[in-house]
């Protein structure tokens, strides 16, 4: 009897340090395991608590029944039993990591512990036996995982229901009492053993974080060279609301913004490269009473390796509230801007609206009075004025109605009416309207159709995009210069391209174009009339179309611009009455707006 005791109490003794090495894998394990997401911490606690109790549970279960069941039932009905307890409790514990429903599963568990240790207790010579003392673990284990008092009177009524239940449980030991019933009696606690003693240090002696962190107003991490947290400081519960073990493998990982995890992660890629150290911003997610996800707060991050004897990374998190204050501002600022440039797309579109009124009027009696309508002029000079107010009236009408068009395009609200059309009518519809002017300044104009080509879109706004790309051309093509105009089929799309002789444009420059009210150039081209609407309504339309521009120039050597349709824009879209309304999401995002009157 003294030598088994001896025997037990040795491979006890090697099993100690077995059983702390076990105590952390398992955490470490349920770390990894459970997920914690929008979680509080004391939430998040529970639930790694009890998926670890449920992983190691079997472990103590199945030493029990193997001395007890052994010679009892033999080795097939102890390997049933042994897969069974493994089963259910790892499946109990996966679906706790996964799903949660905590109180569920430990309720089932506990009652579930009870029946087994009543049945241990039958088999192994009733309450004389050690195995009573099995039921202690119905006391702690609920206790351990829910730190409450109603937890501890629950396990301590399963406890005694245990004991009694062995009483009446039809099972007849075939086994005398053993000094092996000790074993996993001995083996449970030194698990409970190990566990406390984990807690103690953890709360009680200070790491070396703690002790770099007491020196900084900041939460001080050691990271591996995969960027999971191997220790974390207690400085976590004041400038994060998290306790430290929440960090911990993946989980600072898990709450960084996913928009700043590149850089997270390229932070950690350039130290392992060699890299001494990385500063940055990243966004983490804390709890929040208001906000049951969380919330997001700034925080800047300082990675470092300091090529000490410590294996891996160091990182410095401090909260930055300057950052989260310019980050507010800046969103407010350009909430104001978007605002403004509504306002101001909306102020344009009213005073267009409430010009073309008058200008009508100019143009229409300057009409009646050109033609003599009421009588001869007194004086030739009397008709050249009015002629020139008549042209005035015409040029003015053209700005205005290049605002309108490039506000309502703004707005979301210009009105698209599709249709099959042939590009030639659309082609020489264009060159009439630039004809006088091509030949004042004696400058050729080519047309390029090399066949019948159709398009499905607004027959008004094709020729819109093709009169302004035209007067562009002429506008600053020199004296005697040429400007061609083409347009092909492709696979996908509609190619119409504008090609002239002119002054070019410089690089530079080049992407400024398209912007209402911007002109770009030289001498000559300040010369010119304009307003810098012409492209930025062709860009428009084309975008409003599902299309793009192209511009290509140099200076000295001319420009080509290219506008790139869709030359399926019907067959994809769904079939609508001709004077359907389209809706353009603005490029500040305003959201879609509809045109009403």
């Known amino acids: 009897m003294i030598r088994e005791v001896g025997q037990g109490f040795v491979a006890l003794s090697k099993a100690a340090e077995k059983i702390r090495t076990m105590r952390a894998s398992v ?23 009890l998926t670890g109790t449920l992983i190691a549970a079997p472990l103590i279960a199945v030493s029990a029944t193997s001395v007890v069941m052994a010679q009892a039932f033999g080795p097939g009905v102890l390997a049933v039993a042994g897969f069974a307890v493994f089963g259910l409790c790892w499946l109990g514990g996966l679906f706790v990591a996964a799903y949660g429903h905590e109180k569920a599963i430990s309720a089932c568990a506990l009652a579930f512990g009870a029946l087994l240790v009543a049945g241990l207790i039958a088999l192994g010579g009733g309450v004389a036996s050690p195995l009573v003392l ?93 960027g999971e947290v191997a220790d974390a400081t207690g400085r976590t519960s004041d400038l994060m609301r998290l306790p430290p073990e929440i960090l911990l493998q993946q989980g600072l990982f898990d709450r960084v ?105 100019i143009i229409g009696f300057s009409d009646m009075l050109t033609h003599e309508l009421y009588g001869r002029f007194a004086d030739p000079r009397q008709k ?19 605002i309108l068009d490039v506000s309502k395009i703004e707005l979301g609200a210009y009105a698209l009416n599709r249709e099959e059309f042939p590009l030639e009518g659309a082609i020489k519809t264009s060159l009439a309207m630039v004809a006088v002017e091509a030949a004042r300044k004696n400058i050729s104009i080519d047309s390029r159709l090399e066949e019948q080509v159709a398009i499905q879109a607004d027959r008004r706004a094709v020729c819109q995009m093709l009169i302004n790309l035209l007067s562009n051309a002429v506008k600053f093509t020199p004296e005697g210069g040429s400007v061609t105009i083409g347009a092909e089929r492709e696979a996908s799309h509609i190619r119409l391209w504008v090609r002239d002789t002119g002054i070019g444009i410089a690089a530079e420059d080049v992407s400024r174009l398209g912007q209402p009210f911007v002109q770009v150039g030289g001498d000559y081209s300040r010369k010119a009339e304009g307003t810098g609407l012409g492209l930025a309504l062709v860009k428009g339309l084309a975008q409003l179309h599902g299309g793009s521009i192209e ?34 999401k603005s490029r500040l995002d305003h959201g879609a707006f509809r045109k009403t009157a």
């Open 27 to 49: 955490e470490e394990g349920c770390r990894r395991l459970v997920d914690t997401a929008g979680l509080s911490a004391d939430a998040a606690r529970v639930r790694l608590r």
């Open 257 to 361: 913004h996913v928009a700043d995890r590149v850089a997270y992660m390229c932070a950690l890629s350039d130290l392992r490269n060699g890299a001494r150290n990385r500063r940055l911003n990243l966004r983490l997610r804390l709890p929040d009473d208001s906000a049951p996800a969380g919330t997001y707060e700034w925080f800047s991050v300082e990675i470092m390796d300091v090529q000490s004897d410590a294996k891996g990374l160091f990182a410095i998190l401090r909260p930055s509230h300057e950052l989260e204050a310019l980050h507010a501002r800046l969103a407010e600022s350009e909430q104001r801007a978007e605002q403004a440039e509504l306002s101001k797309s909306s102020f344009l579109a009213s005073v267009s609206h409430e010009l073309r009124t008058p200008l009508n009027a």
């Open 384 to 402: 050249e004025h009015v002629g020139l107010i008549n042209e005035a009236g015409h040029h003015l009408l053209s700005v205005v109605n290049a």
């Open 134 to 226: 099995l039921g202690s673990a119905l006391i702690f284990e609920p206790w351990w995982v829910w730190r409450s008092r109603k937890a501890l009177m629950n396990g301590t009524i399963a406890a005694f229901a245990s004991v009694a239940l062995s009483y009446v449980l039809p099972f007849e030991s075939g086994v005398g009492a053993s000094v092996a019933f000790w074993l996993p009696v001995l083996l449970y606690g030194g698990l409970v053993a190990a566990r406390i003693e984990g807690r103690a240090s953890t709360d009680q002696a200070p790491s070396a974080l703690d002790e770099i962190a007491s020196h900084l107003d900041a939460v001080v991490l050691r990271l591996n060279s995969n």
């Open 551 to 584: 511009i290509n120039s140099r200076v000295g050597d001319g420009t080509t611009v290219t506008v790139l349709l869709p030359n399926d824009v019907l067959e994809s879209a769904t079939p609508t009455p001709s004077a359907e309304v389209q809706v353009l």
